[in-house]
């Protein structure tokens, strides 16, 4: 493994396809390493934003509270939380500004649905004890020019009303005003979307009636699988319900992500495998070096498959001392990044990694069969004549 050739340059091709082995290892588990570190951070903003499960109903925008759905629900022991919501597209007029946004009508229990008060960066969440308030995103907020306590001018929250024929512009639309308690913030999308109010309020602006909802959140209790749950939920309350998990209320963006990594990981494996290209040249190199030496193997009465697996062994000892050397540097360098968080994104979100032992255990069946494979084609050009010649 370790001795010299009789030629240099053997000696220098073999260090080249190690290192080129090592950085391959490197580059392929910092990608995925910071690939579950970019969906577990994700994870949690999207945490901040949706229930753990989400009933609707499938034909139309909103249904009845019936009191069978309520004992339904409450009979189930797996279940933490249980909010409902009225949401419906709306559009928020302040000053001369305007944005299309969501109305969302949250009851007393949806701050234990979501962190309402982690996810707040001014003001406060909503209060029964006051009407007519609301809390909006970070980027309603901005794009608004829009503070808290801003008692000049409430936020007119306007709807369609709903109708056929002609529409008289002045009086198309109903409207409620609201003045701004609190700011939140979170993901990019959920922070331009919502602006959260009273239940009741919601209902009013919209005409519902009082237990005319549009859908149910729930918050479950540790260690309960969503999937299994939902597919339980979803055989008791039957086909006119829709329920989802926080993955299916986000399919999209899940798809993305492991779209990208996938894609990812084909590139850098592809870099690996051109990296091994090099173990290749070296062992043939190898071969070619050590003729005389083989056909005084093969005088002894060694095989040509017992020869030809010493050079698979060595050429898949190159293939793990370069993978181990970089696993090593790669291990360390997740590490030291999510201890101190060295590169960062902004001056206070440190790129996310996250150590995982799918990830090293992904990179060492990767390299070792491509390094495997790699030796095979580099030992199949031993045989009689080879030798013989």
Request: proline letters at 2%; hydrophobic letters at 45%; charged letters at 20%.
């Amino acid at each position: 493994m370790f001795s010299k050739t009789s030629t240099n340059a053997i000696n220098i091709i073999t260090f080249i396809a190690i290192f080129g082995v090592l950085v391959g290892a490197l580059a392929l588990f910092v990608i995925l390493s910071g690939f579950s570190g970019l969906r577990t951070f994700s994870d949690s903003l999207l945490g901040n934003s949706d229930p753990d499960i989400k009933i609707s109903i499938v034909k139309r925008k909103s249904f009845e509270y019936s009191d069978d759905i309520h004992q339904e629900l409450i009979k189930n022991d797996e279940i933490a939380t249980i909010s409902k919501v009225v949401e419906e597209r709306v559009f928020l007029s302040y000053k001369d500004k305007n944005h299309i946004a969501y109305i969302k009508g949250v009851d007393q229990n949806y701050n234990k649905i979501i962190p309402a008060d982690s996810i707040l960066t001014v003001g406060s969440w909503l209060d029964p004890e006051f009407k007519n308030t609301a809390v909006i995103g970070y980027g309603i907020s901005y794009k608004l020019s829009l503070g808290i306590m801003n008692f000049g001018e409430p936020l007119q929250i306007l709807v369609p009303k709903p109708g056929k024929g002609f529409v008289n512009p002045n009086n198309a639309f109903r409207s409620i005003a609201v003045q701004i308690i609190g700011v939140y913030t979170g993901s990019e999308d959920f922070q331009n979307k919502y602006v959260f109010t009273d239940l009741y309020l919601a209902q009013d602006l919209l005409k519902y009636k009082e237990n005319q909802i549009s859908a149910i959140e729930l918050k479950l209790n540790e260690g309960v699988d969503l999937d299994d749950f939902q597919s339980d939920l979803q055989n008791s309350l039957g086909a006119k319900f829709k329920v989802q998990t926080r993955a299916q209320l986000n399919s999209l963006y899940y798809k993305v992500i492991n779209t990208e990594n996938f894609i990812s990981y084909l590139i850098f494996t592809l870099i690996v495998a051109i990296a091994l290209f090099n173990v290749i040249g070296s062992i043939i190199m190898m071969i070619i070096d050590k003729r005389n030496n083989l056909k005084t193997l093969f005088n002894l009465g060694t095989s040509i498959g017992d020869i030809k697996k010493i050079f698979v062994l060595q050429g898949f000892l190159l293939t793990l001392v370069g993978m181990s050397v970089g696993l090593l540097i790669g291990i360390v360098l997740v590490l030291i990044q999510q201890r101190f968080g060295l590169f960062m994104i902004t001056q206070s979100l440190p790129y996310p990694v996250e150590f995982k032992w799918v990830n090293l255990l992904i990179v060492i069946l990767t390299i070792s069969v491509l390094g495997y494979i790699a030796a095979k084609i580099a030992s199949s050009r031993i045989s009689k004549d080879f030798i013989e010649k």
